[in-house]
């Protein structure tokens, strides 16, 4: 491989590195509620993701309503969201709004082990009834432990 | 020398805390009763909230409406559904605490046996409150100067059939 070649060969790699930090960074958003009624845009995410195990991270909820663009707040006691870990353990949140920042709710939380979770947030956003699961992947921090 | 400089640093560090510390409670909702998601079989007279932090009552608002909604049937009045009571609610709370003129919708009757700065708060309400879903309401502001705000629900419910009488 001549030099030319490695150069190209390294900022492909590099490339698709990032694509693929992007997708580890991003937060899901999904859309619920009928066309022509009501629609709210569900954020899910972790708090200073990527996530690594064993340190303290926490639920990163933020819903809105589609039409206004308008924070949905009041909503910690008509939702309840759970955390599913690789093993099945299932643990509810204790979700709270997050000051100073309208519409997003959180909850603590230290995860020990790499692989998928899954958040369920299930409840009501006014009348609408929603069920919605997001995966979200945890890598492992043992890899960026020093010395 | 030295000893000046740690005496120094350890008073800074302990400004920093105690200024930091009112930043990180707020005056977050720590009680109240009846509790969130109550099913009564009597109507309360008061609703008393408990922060975790003093809160100016003057500056602050406590507000107490019914639950109305064209889709809640006598059903939800008997076994509810609070996840859906508390959703609606949230819908409700922005437009109510921001209404005036809304004295025929409320049912509280104003703050009783509280100071002008207390975490302890007590709302009256009206007397002999119809079955139904209620929802108590706060906007806050803390001796910290921020303001938070929350509900919680609680139902007068229906006497189930063959229990009333």
Same mark, same amino acid.
Request: cysteine-free.
């Given at each position: 491989?001549?030099?030319?070649?490695?150069?190209f060969?390294?900022l492909?790699?590099?490339?698709?590195?990032?694509?693929?930090?992007?997708l580890?960074?991003?937060?899901?958003?999904?859309?619920?509620g009928?066309?022509?009624?009501?629609?709210y845009?569900?954020?899910?995410?972790?708090?200073?993701?990527p996530?690594f195990?064993?340190?303290?991270?926490?639920?990163?909820?933020?819903i809105?309503?589609?039409?206004?663009?308008?924070?949905?707040?009041?909503?910690?006691?008509?939702?309840?969201?759970?955390?599913?870990?690789p093993?099945?353990?299932?643990?509810?949140?204790?979700?709270?709004?997050?000051?100073?920042?309208?519409?997003?709710?959180?909850?603590?939380?230290i995860?020990?082990?790499?692989?998928?979770?899954?958040?369920?947030?299930?409840?009501?956003?006014?009348?609408?009834?929603?069920?919605e699961?997001?995966?979200?992947?945890?890598?492992?921090?043992h890899?960026?432990?020093?010395? | 020398?030295?000893r000046r400089r740690?005496?120094?640093? =350890?008073?800074?560090?302990?400004?920093?805390?105690?200024?930091?510390?009112?930043?990180?409670a707020? =005056?977050?909702?720590?009680?109240?009763?009846?509790?969130?998601? =109550?099913l009564?079989?009597?109507?309360?007279?008061?609703?008393?909230?408990v922060?975790?932090?003093?809160?100016?009552?003057?500056?602050s608002?406590?507000?107490v %409406?019914?639950?109305?909604?064209a889709?809640?049937? !006598?059903?939800?009045?008997?076994?509810p559904?609070?996840?859906r009571?508390?959703?609606l609610? =949230?819908?409700?709370? !922005?437009?109510a605490l921001?209404?005036?003129?809304?004295?025929?919708v409320r049912?509280?009757?104003?703050?009783?046996?509280?100071?002008?700065?207390?975490?302890?708060?007590?709302v009256a309400?009206?007397?002999d409150?119809?079955?139904?879903? %209620?929802?108590v309401m706060?906007?806050?502001?803390?001796?910290?100067?921020?303001?938070?705000?929350?509900h919680?629900?609680?139902?007068?419910?229906a006497?189930?059939?063959?229990?009333?009488?």
């Amino acid at each position: 491989m001549n030099r030319t070649s490695s150069i190209f060969a390294r900022l492909a790699l590099s490339l698709l590195s990032s694509s693929l930090l992007g997708l580890a960074l991003a937060h899901e958003l999904r859309v619920v509620g009928a066309e022509g009624g009501t629609q709210y845009e569900i954020v899910v995410g972790m708090l200073n993701e990527p996530v690594f195990t064993e340190v303290r991270t926490g639920l990163d909820l933020t819903i809105r309503s589609v039409a206004e663009g308008r924070p949905v707040e009041g909503l910690e006691t008509s939702l309840e969201v759970t955390i599913t870990a690789p093993g099945g353990q299932t643990r509810t949140l204790q979700v709270r709004p997050r000051y100073g920042a309208p519409g997003a709710y959180t909850d603590d939380y230290i995860l020990t082990e790499p692989g998928t979770y899954d958040i369920r947030v299930r409840g009501f956003i006014g009348d609408l009834e929603v069920d919605e699961t997001f995966p979200r992947e945890v890598a492992d921090g043992h890899d960026l432990r020093f010395p | 020398m030295q000893r000046r400089r740690t005496t120094l640093r =350890a008073l800074a560090a302990a400004v920093l805390l105690t200024a930091a510390r009112p930043a990180l409670a707020h =005056a977050e909702i720590e009680t109240v009763d009846p509790p969130r998601d =109550a099913l009564l079989d009597v109507a309360p007279l008061r609703i008393r909230l408990v922060f975790g932090e003093p809160v100016e009552t003057r500056f602050s608002l406590f507000k107490v %409406y019914p639950l109305a909604s064209a889709s809640l049937g !006598p059903a939800d009045l008997v076994d509810p559904d609070f996840l859906r009571l508390n959703g609606l609610a =949230a819908a409700l709370v !922005p437009g109510a605490l921001s209404a005036r003129d809304d004295a025929d919708v409320r049912v509280d009757r104003g703050l009783i046996d509280t100071a002008d700065r207390s975490a302890d708060v007590t709302v009256a309400l009206a007397p002999d409150l119809p079955v139904g879903a %209620y929802v108590v309401m706060w906007r806050v502001l803390a001796i910290d100067g921020h303001t938070t705000q929350g509900h919680a629900v609680f139902v007068v419910r229906a006497p189930a059939q063959g229990e009333a009488e």
